[in-house]
């Protein structure tokens, strides 16, 4: 267990989460994996925790969200950071918000420099990010559709 307060728990991810958080997704993450790689909600957590080499679960009762990182290659200090959630996510506390850092610096532990892509659109995910500490890029054309998207890094300090 990462994280726990009796209500939200941060704990490794398993396959049986997908389900929930794929049929339960939010629109904007719907929309940014379909218009960066043209893939389905549930494809997208099963090909993002079969790549990762760290991927967490958070839950209020049921999945809500999942995230890891994901290698570029095994010698690099670069990996791509990801998350997809359900709309519950959207319902955390801030207390919640600032233990989040901390999670970021778990996964900063593998990799120096954690980045990916968001896409521009997705105000409430950029807004975290930022709370969360992340550098952000203006929007860049990026994936299948070339829609806007903001290129954003983590790094360790």
């Known amino acids: 267990m990462i994280y726990n307060d009796g209500k939200i728990k941060v704990r490794k991810a398993e396959k049986s989460d997908i389900e929930h958080i794929a049929s339960n997704m939010r629109e904007s993450d719907i929309e940014e994996i379909w218009a960066s790689h043209h893939e389905e909600p549930k494809k997208a957590l099963e090909s993002g925790l079969e790549s990762s080499i760290f991927a967490c679960t958070i839950e209020n009762g049921v999945p809500i969200a999942m995230f890891?990182?994901?290698?570029y290659n095994i010698i690099g200090d670069t990996a791509s950071?990801?998350?997809l959630a359900t709309d519950d996510l959207n319902k955390m506390k801030?207390?919640?918000v600032k233990n989040n850092k901390k999670i970021i610096d778990i996964m900063l532990e593998y990799y120096p420099i954690l980045e990916n892509y968001v896409d521009a659109r997705n105000e409430q995910s950029i807004k975290w990010l930022k709370?969360?500490?992340a550098e952000m890029d203006e929007p860049v054309p990026f994936g299948v559709e070339q829609l806007p998207f903001r290129h954003f890094t983590f790094r360790r300090k």
């Open 68 to 71: 890891g990182i994901c290698p």
């Open 81 to 83: 950071i990801w998350m």
């Open 94 to 96: 801030k207390t919640f």
């Open 131 to 133: 709370l969360c500490g």
